[in-house]
């Protein structure tokens, strides 16, 4: 089993990434969010699902570990395959995804293309209480001490969501905390919820 492909990137674009790895090119089909992150760069190292099918051998390769948990998880719903599931990883971020199952809102996850309101409510109907019992605030980038309050506000409202509060007292109080401090880093936004929650 692959864990992971590590190499140049051969060429890329928004669906496919090739990665040389001593001569050997890999086609791995990713989302666009990976594709965000490896934009740019010389040589990156990709976390690996193989589909292995009778008429096809599929890579599917992610930045980072989370995303790959959460594709893990959405092709573990019945009607949900990888290419619908690297579709929602594409149009949703992991900490945007993970607030949408928490929060229940079906009718954002039903914009992705493919995505039936059926098929939406089946997804947060079978990953609710995975998204909580896989998710710990570790898994979430909280290195970011950037001034941008909106992207504070995410990550911190995804992972008290990701630790089982419900989104929308989450989201009273982070907004509260920004509006007293808002040059504060998402961990201590996190740390002052948790007290206040």
Same mark, same amino acid.
Request: net charge neutral; with cysteine; proline share 3%.
């Given at each position: 089993?692959?864990?992971?492909?590590? $190499?140049?990137?051969?060429?890329?674009?928004?669906?496919?990434?090739?990665?040389?790895?001593?001569?050997?090119?890999?086609?791995?089909?990713?989302?666009?969010?990976?594709?965000?992150?490896?934009?740019?760069?010389?040589?990156? +190292?990709?976390?690996?699902?193989?589909?292995?099918?009778?008429?096809?051998?599929?890579?599917?390769?992610?930045?980072?570990?989370?995303?790959?948990?959460?594709?893990?998880?959405?092709?573990?719903?019945?009607?949900?395959? $990888?290419?619908?599931?690297?579709?929602?990883?594409?149009?949703?971020?992991?900490?945007?995804?993970?607030?949408?199952?928490?929060?229940?809102?079906?009718?954002?996850?039903?914009?992705?293309? $493919?995505?039936?309101? +059926?098929?939406?409510?089946?997804?947060?109907?079978?990953?609710?209480?995975?998204?909580?019992?896989?998710?710990?605030?570790? *898994?979430?980038?909280?290195?970011?001490?950037?001034?941008?309050?909106?992207?504070?506000?995410?990550?911190?409202?995804?992972?008290?969501?990701?630790?089982?509060?419900?989104?929308?007292?989450?989201? +009273?109080?982070?907004?509260?905390?920004?509006? *007293?401090?808002?040059?504060?880093?998402?961990?201590?936004?996190?740390?002052?919820?948790?007290?206040?929650?």
């Amino acid at each position: 089993m692959i864990e992971y492909v590590k $190499g140049e990137i051969a060429e890329l674009s928004p669906a496919v990434a090739i990665i040389d790895c001593n001569g050997l090119g890999y086609a791995v089909n990713i989302s666009l969010n990976t594709y965000s992150a490896i934009q740019g760069k010389n040589n990156c +190292k990709l976390y690996i699902y193989e589909a292995i099918r009778e008429d096809a051998y599929i890579l599917y390769g992610f930045a980072d570990k989370q995303e790959r948990e959460l594709f893990l998880l959405l092709i573990s719903v019945s009607g949900i395959g $990888g290419n619908t599931a690297r579709m929602i990883l594409s149009a949703l971020s992991p900490a945007e995804l993970i607030t949408v199952i928490s929060s229940e809102n079906a009718n954002l996850l039903k914009t992705v293309k $493919g995505i039936g309101l +059926k098929t939406a409510q089946r997804v947060i109907v079978d990953l609710k209480d995975k998204i909580k019992v896989a998710g710990n605030a570790a *898994e979430l980038p909280m290195g970011s001490t950037s001034l941008m309050s909106n992207q504070v506000q995410e990550e911190a409202v995804a992972a008290l969501t990701m630790l089982g509060f419900a989104a929308a007292p989450s989201q +009273k109080v982070v907004l509260a905390i920004l509006k *007293e401090e808002p040059t504060i880093t998402v961990e201590k936004v996190i740390k002052l919820a948790l007290k206040r929650l």
